[in-house]
């Protein structure tokens, strides 16, 4: 047996894994504006898939996306380490900015499967549909205070 890589031993949920459960999710939806449903599935660096459906809202900004649901779902059972992400719509359509700059918060590079109802149509990655992230180090405060540094400067 060879080893070639620290992942080859994990074993996590395959894409098949991941559309079934964006798909139950996606049934789950609630999108009574919109009409256009969205289910999501992730899977944490422990194994574990994590869903997610649209909820829509009457006061339209306040929708929250499938992807955005399945991520705070990771987050509450202990996982911000991710292996990979299925999105689920009638159009294998992109996540949104929001959703992408959500995702990028906790992963820079994360494989990412588009699916409609028949099954996978496009495989990208977080990198390719978000390349300049707005990252974690560019917020005040995150590393170096940059206040502090100047006070330094001016003594
Ligand atoms: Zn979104």
Not at 15 to 35: I, K, M, N, T
Not at 60 to 79: D, I, K, N, Q
Request: hydrophobic content about 40%.
């Amino acid at each position: 047996m060879s080893e070639t890589g620290a992942n080859q031993n994990r074993r996590f949920p395959d894409w098949q894994a991941l559309f079934e459960a964006a798909r139950d999710a996606r049934h789950r939806a609630y999108a009574p504006y919109s009409g256009y449903t969205v289910g999501a599935a992730l899977v944490g660096s422990g194994g574990k898939i994590y869903s997610g459906c649209n909820v829509e809202n009457v006061s339209y900004g306040l929708t929250l996306c499938a992807e955005r649901v399945a991520m705070a779902s990771a987050v509450a059972g202990g996982e911000r380490r991710w292996e990979r992400l299925l999105v689920l719509t009638a159009d294998a359509a992109v996540p949104c900015g929001a959703c992408l700059q959500v995702l990028a918060e906790f992963c820079r590079d994360l494989p990412i499967a588009l699916a409609n109802e028949t099954g996978i149509v496009r495989l990208t990655a977080l990198s390719q549909l978000l390349p300049q992230a707005f990252a974690s180090e560019m917020a005040p405060g995150s590393q170096k205070e940059p206040h502090q540094t100047d006070q330094e400067f001016i003594g």
